[in-house]
């Protein structure tokens, strides 16, 4: 069967922020390295896989996007190097891939997404017109998109509205 | 116009969000008068070099001072405020 021109997929994930302390962004590293054989990404990007991942959420704060419960275990390793807080309720993720995923990205999103500036790996936070939203190349031509659950469903009107005529 | 985040890179204006003149200082200290004035009502206007801040609202939320000249709207530098 040939690709799709473009599919949407909602997933559930266990989220987290991690927020380093004032001058606690190595000893944060150094704990995430130790404890998930993860390397913290630098700013914008992502590193880890499918049941665990860090993407980067602005200076001195990640983001874990986890297929599990990871907010009470990374408070626990983290306790006095970082602020961490269970996000899990608090976005809408969207897994969107196919032939025109860029071009149905494009119409909303005001960033560069031609791989060369924006590859697999890349994070950016950014916005969907007045939505703020946080973007991960996973693998080629497959992106997440993580807006707050509130605006979900708007969010999700307009990237169908958007994404029809590529079907 | 657009802007070069230091951690996001080149992004619109519609990203930011506009903080001001970054060279007021506020007159801590001074009994309430014509300093607290100036510093709550009074703006500089200058046609030329104009250092404002900026809020990366809709990227990394970092604060951002931007010097820029007003009348060119050319931008010679950004730079993130101290943590």
């Known amino acids: 069967m040939d690709e799709p021109g473009i599919a949407i997929v909602t997933r559930d994930r266990f989220l987290a922020s991690i927020e380093a302390r004032r001058g606690q962004a190595g000893a944060v590293a150094a704990t995430i390295a130790a404890a998930y054989g993860i390397d913290l990404p630098s700013a914008g990007r992502w590193a880890g896989g499918a049941d665990i991942a860090f993407a980067w959420a602005g200076p001195g704060e990640w983001s874990a996007i986890a297929d599990r419960p990871i907010a009470r275990d990374l408070a626990g390793r983290l306790a006095g190097q970082a602020a961490v807080t269970d996000q899990s309720d608090g976005w809408h993720l969207t897994e969107v891939s196919g032939l025109r995923v860029r071009d149905t990205l494009a119409k909303m999103l005001p960033i560069d997404l031609d791989p060369a500036a924006l590859p697999p790996g890349a994070v950016a936070l950014t916005r969907a017109g007045h939505i703020d939203l946080r973007l991960r190349h996973l693998s080629a031509g497959v992106y997440e998109l993580a807006v707050f659950r509130s605006l979900g469903a708007d969010f999700a009107g307009w990237l169908e509205a958007s994404a029809a005529e590529f079907r | ?83």
Request: aromatic share 12%.
């Open chain 2, 1 to 83: 116009m657009r802007l070069t985040c230091p951690h996001c890179g080149n992004r619109g204006i519609e990203e930011f969000a506009y903080g001001g003149d970054a060279d007021r200082r506020r007159p801590d200290g001074e009994p309430f008068g014509q300093a607290w004035m100036d510093y709550v009502y009074l703006r500089r206007n200058p046609a030329g070099a104009h250092r404002e801040w900026w809020y990366h609202a809709s990227g990394c939320r970092a604060w951002l001072v931007v010097t820029r000249d007003t009348t060119t709207h050319v931008v010679a530098s950004v730079q993130e405020v101290a943590r």
